[in-house]
């Protein structure tokens, strides 16, 4: 985030962060809240940890809260926090899809589940190719759960 916020301040062109200095700590409250949350998202998927999966439902629960009422994460645009939940609006839904593990429904995390979907589909032209990471991720999970080769 550090690399994207020297980009925002050293090129020409619109701004990812606000302008106003109360957005901007907030945008940069929630970068933090990400990066101090984030990791229990991976832990919840690679090793299966109940005690991640209660954090990240707990993380989602506070995010499904904030986006109440609110299309972003800062104001009434796509911004800095927005980009920096780019691993909860595009890798988590890969990894649910890859391994089973379902976190995020629409009937439990409403207001981020609605935000997900509108950061997946405004951003498509600028994200990986779903298709292709949901397949090397299935491959990956797939091949750690088959045995290893023995005599």
């Known amino acids: 985030m550090v690399i994207v916020e020297y980009i925002d301040e050293t090129f020409e062109g619109p701004s990812i962060l606000p ?21 229990a998202v991976g832990t919840s998927f690679f090793h ?4 991640a999966k209660e954090e990240v ?5 506070i995010l499904d809260n ?23 609006g595009l890798w988590m839904g ?11 429904t629409k ?14 589909n405004g951003n498509k032209e600028y994200l990986p190719s779903r298709d292709e990471l949901l397949a090397f991720f299935k491959a990956r999970f797939q091949a750690a759960a088959t045995p290893p080769y023995s005599n």
Not at 57 to 61: D, N, S
């Open 66 to 88: 904030e986006l109440k009422d609110k299309k972003f994460f800062v104001g009434d645009k796509f911004g800095f926090a927005d980009i920096a939940a780019n691993f909860l």
């Open 57 to 61: 439902c707990e993380m989602l629960k």
């Open 19 to 39: 302008k106003d200095p109360y957005d901007r700590a907030i945008a940069r409250f929630w970068i933090k809240f990400f990066e101090d949350k984030g990791s």
């Open 94 to 104: 890969i990894l649910e899809e890859a391994t089973g593990i379902i976190l995020v």
């Open 48 to 51: 299966k940890s109940e005690k």
């Open 107 to 120: 009937e439990k995390y409403p207001n981020f589940y609605a935000w997900r979907n509108e950061y997946i």
